[in-house]
């Protein structure tokens, strides 16, 4: 028979054993953890965090050093050793108010950069062990919203060649321009597209569409700007400006006058002529009744009656 007592010490030194091992072994790495993602994306011109937490097995661990790097790089973005940080512009913890106490190390980018695409090494040493990791951030540019011109730009006549711009900044990489017309027809194929890249690993768009004979029935055309993807980042919608119809009427006016200042002359002369005739016909009149006055005749009366209340 087996005494219980003796079976409990065995499994006790067992356990004892077993126990030292582990931490004569792994002193460093089993009490610790340090658990990140391994991809985390950030957008161009915003905040990026790469989150990491330490993971302690036991209660009350406190932090001596932690330190983030680019994987491959000298230097530290931001380093914390024994109650001192040594941060780099751009580079802080992610907590506000982080302390020793805090296992929440994650690092924040202030103001993302393309640049700052690619892989990271946060190490982290506690009073119970250290482990590291290498989590790595994607940084993506959108495009912004194009901005559309035209050559000529405006009091354009009907039948003239049009070059619209479709212009627009800000992908990460080359994207496309799409254009389409007010009946939502494809117009791509006849526009050119000049993508540059600009500083910061940027790009800039630049695509032409020019309507040949535009007229004003189709005036109102769409260009959108895509990512490398397909996907729609951008859109604007652009009228040619014709000259207007109120332009127009202004001109019939312009006419009208230039009529009445032919008209005008013609007017007074021909009243004038009138005036001058009727004034003629008068005195006519007078000098043949000075000629007969006895004869007094009714209808003679009538007649210069007649004529005075025409010339009047
Ligand atoms: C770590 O801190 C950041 C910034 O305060 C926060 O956004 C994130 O959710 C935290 N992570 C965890 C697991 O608490
Ligand atoms: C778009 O780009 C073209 C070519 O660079 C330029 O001529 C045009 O003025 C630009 N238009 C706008 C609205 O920025
Ligand atoms: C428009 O035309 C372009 C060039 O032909 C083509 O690549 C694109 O898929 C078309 N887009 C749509 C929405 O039809
Ligand atoms: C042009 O057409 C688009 C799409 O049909 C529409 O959303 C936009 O308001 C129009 N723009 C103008 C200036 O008429």
Aim: some cysteine; proline content about 3%; overall charge negative.
């Amino acid at each position: 028979m087996r005494n219980p007592k003796m079976t409990s010490a065995t499994s006790l030194l067992f356990f004892a054993i077993h126990f030292a091992c582990i931490r004569a072994e792994n002193s460093s790495e089993k009490f610790v953890k340090l658990e990140c993602k391994t991809e985390y994306h950030g957008v161009y011109g915003q905040q990026s965090i790469v989150e990491c937490i330490v993971k302690p097995v036991v209660e009350d661990v406190t932090i001596i050093t932690v330190t983030w790097k680019r994987v491959g790089a000298a230097a530290n973005l931001l380093e914390y050793h024994k109650d001192k940080m040594i941060p780099t512009p751009g580079f802080k913890f992610a907590e506000p108010s982080w302390n020793k106490k805090n296992m929440n190390v994650s690092l924040l980018l202030t103001n993302t950069k393309m640049a700052d695409n690619g892989e990271y090494e946060c190490e982290v040493e506690t009073d119970v062990g250290t482990d590291k990791a290498t989590p790595s951030l994607s940084v993506t540019a959108k495009y912004k919203t194009p901005t559309m011109s035209s050559i000529p730009d405006t009091n354009i006549q009907e039948n003239t060649d049009v070059t619209i711009f479709c212009n627009s900044t800000g992908g990460h990489q080359k994207g496309l321009i799409w254009w389409f017309d007010e009946f939502g027809t494809n117009c791509t194929e006849s526009a050119e597209l000049v993508a540059k890249e600009t500083d910061d690993g940027l790009f800039s768009l630049a695509s032409n569409f020019t309507v040949l004979k535009a007229t004003s029935s189709y005036t109102n055309y769409t260009c959108k700007v895509l990512n490398v993807n397909g996907a729609l980042e951008g859109k604007a919608s652009f009228e040619i400006q014709f000259v207007s119809r109120n332009l127009g009427s202004k001109a019939d006016n312009l006419d009208s006058v230039s009529n009445t200042k032919w008209l005008a002359p013609v007017v007074v002369i021909g009243s004038l002529i009138i005036g001058l005739l009727a004034a003629l016909l008068f005195f006519k009149k007078r000098s043949a009744q000075r000629g007969h006055q006895t004869d007094t005749r009714h209808d003679d009366d009538v007649e210069a009656k007649g004529l005075n209340s025409d010339s009047s």
